[in-house]
């Protein structure tokens, strides 16, 4: 699998992916959804500083792009908040205009029903940029703290696994394994259902490994992984 550049200088072919991402999830919904996408690629196109990855504009500047008044951004904006797709970075004080950040992870996993319309090549693009990211994130480390213990899995509790995975970490499990359902272990192989076939070839070509080490805790006679879409 080609591993894309991150987001940021020459990364003209990832940015056009999301962009194509937002476009996708918008066309195959509601009027009100559609014109919320529009709006968002219209925003991101224009103003969003894709090298610092970060979208600094006023509301009053927003109003002026869409048209429409500023009550309408405020609306606007906190319903984008509240999927996932935009996220504070730095708070706005003492006349000082807030930094937004795109949730790209959030992004494609809200899109991922509508990605085969696009083709079966944005499987291996998309997961490509989440796993980027996913190394590219900064890991602190506070010495003055116990770690947290792990958490027990009891034998054959599918439920126990999915809280391990959960405490490995919170932002891949809610993006790419909290919605992965048991179905049977049968001659040493354990298979999930993923609830789409894009989130399966996914978490069986990247996140594999964790999953079946984890899984191995409840079930100790598993050596294989099967993921069904």
């Known amino acids: 699998m080609a591993i894309l550049k991150r987001i940021g200088k020459k990364s003209s072919s990832t940015k056009y992916d999301i962009l194509a991402c937002i476009a996708a999830h918008g066309l195959s919904a509601d ?104 190394q590219s994130k900064v890991v602190n480390v506070d010495f003055g703290q116990t770690a947290a213990k792990p958490v027990p899995v009891r034998e054959g509790s599918w439920g126990d696994v999915m809280a391990a995975m959960r405490q490995v970490n919170p932002t891949q499990f809610e993006s790419w394994l909290a919605r992965l359902d048991f179905v049977n272990v049968d001659a040493h192989i354990l298979t999930l259902r993923a609830p789409s076939t894009f989130v399966a070839n996914y978490v069986q070509s990247h996140l594999s490994d964790m999953v079946l080490n984890t899984a191995k805790r409840a079930f100790t006679d598993v050596r294989r992984l099967r993921i069904v879409g």
Not at 36 to 47: D, E, F, G, P, S
Not at 101 to 108: C, D, M, Q, R, V
């Open 31 to 134: 009027k009100t959804t559609q014109r919320q996408t529009l709006r968002l690629i219209a925003l991101i196109t224009a103003r969003y500083n894709w090298l610092g990855n970060e979208l600094k504009i006023g509301q009053k500047e927003i109003a002026r792009l869409w048209v429409v008044d500023t009550r309408t951004v405020k609306r606007e904006v906190a319903r984008l908040k509240l999927k996932g797709w935009l996220e504070v970075r730095h708070q706005g004080a003492r006349g000082r205009v807030t930094t937004y950040k795109l949730n790209i992870e959030k992004i494609i996993s809200s899109c991922q029903p509508q990605l085969s319309n696009i083709g079966p090549d944005f499987v291996q693009r998309l997961g490509a940029v989440v796993e980027q990211k996913e």
